[in-house]
């Protein structure tokens, strides 16, 4: 005996319905002709392209009619006048369109929480915007002349302000396309809070390893933005794209991982892969907390350099002979 009720959804690239028709009768034709009972604005679609059969043991099947496009149930394509049995989920394919069927006797997936975003504080998108541009205006007033004229400082604070903000859009429009929403405040927000985060850190690492004579801590520094920009990027793509999760942070994990490893290929030469062996700036000296070294520590540590340094020289010199004996 055939379902009290069934309906056909067409699903979009996401997997969500992005159409539902109720079946009236059966069997049910599909097709694109106002006579079927499923119609679809499809230009890949017959007139009748397929029909919607219930078994009388219980289960829908898929018969494919006269069509060019054919279809598919279960990864197995089929022509004018198979039958296959819809699987368990009632999907199937039309030429290029993603169906499925559900009906009252397939169990329903429990009633989901309804997830509000919670208001943010009026003053935490401008308060971020402020914190970016003035980081930018601190670093560019500490490489400009004293007497520079405003018009020096407008490109290093109009120019991240630009590409933050065209980010943010490119990101919304991205949602807008998958989601049929444009939540530009939201990438805006996550955005500013990693740019910002990161020149925090570009401020107070350098602080921490002068205080505390760690100079090795400046690794953080290189590993910051390229982790920082991974987890921005996984950020934003959980907004657009939330069913595919795992498949995005596994991507996003493995260029990561060929990033660093390409990093760690152009240092091969320096003895320190990740960050200075010393800091080429010096906090204000109040900030030390730990008793400086003497100038022979230093010294000694330079020592194993010596024989590195004569064989590279040596390296240079043959170079420079062999190019003068071709002449």
């Known amino acids: 005996m055939p379902p009290v009720a069934a309906v056909v959804e067409l699903l ?8 539902v028709q109720r079946v009236m009768r059966w069997p049910a034709r599909i097709g694109r002709s106002p006579a079927c009972d499923i119609v679809l604005d499809d230009a890949h679609l017959a007139a009748e392209h ?7 043991e219980g289960g829908a099947r898929l018969q494919l009619l006269d069509s060019r496009n054919g279809g598919s149930v279960a990864g197995k394509r089929l022509k004018a006048g198979d039958l296959a049995d819809l699987p368990g989920g009632g999907a199937f394919h039309l030429a290029g369109a993603s169906l499925r069927l559900r009906t009252s006797d397939d169990a329903l997936a429990p009633e989901q929480m309804m997830v509000v975003q919670q208001a943010r504080h009026w003053a935490l998108l401008p308060g971020l915007l402020l914190a970016m541009l003035f980081f930018q205006w601190v670093d560019r007033w500490s490489a400009v002349d004293p007497d520079a004229r405003w018009v020096d ?18 990101w919304s429009l991205a949602s807008q396309i998958f989601q049929h929403r444009f939540p530009f405040t939201v990438h805006l927000r996550r955005a500013l809070l990693v740019i910002v985060a990161l020149q925090v850190l ?5 602080a921490i390893a002068y205080a505390l004579s760690w100079p090795r801590l400046m690794v953080l520094d290189a590993l910051a933005m390229p982790v920082g920009s991974a987890a921005l990027v996984a950020w934003h793509a959980r907004l657009v794209w939330p069913g595919a999760r795992r498949t995005l942070n596994i991507g996003i994990t493995a260029l990561l991982l060929l990033a660093l490893g390409l990093q760690v290929g152009s240092r091969q030469e320096q003895q320190y892969v990740f960050g200075p062996p010393y800091l080429a700036s010096l906090p204000p000296p109040a900030l030390r907390l730990v008793s400086p070294k003497p100038p022979e520590t230093l010294i000694d540590s330079l020592k194993p350099l010596k024989d590195d340094l004569a064989r590279q020289a040596r390296k240079d010199n043959e170079g420079e002979g062999d190019d003068g004996g071709d002449e």
């Not at 400082?153 to 490119?170: E, H, K, M, S």
């Not at 570009?202 to 350098?206: A, I, R, Y």
């Open 50 to 56: 397929a029909e919607l059969q219930w078994r009388p």
């Open 202 to 206: 570009e401020w107070v690492l350098p």
């Open 153 to 170: 400082y407008a490109a290093p604070l109009l120019g991240p302000l630009a590409f933050v903000l065209a980010w943010a859009g490119l």
């Open 12 to 19: 979009g690239r996401d997997g969500r319905a992005t159409l």
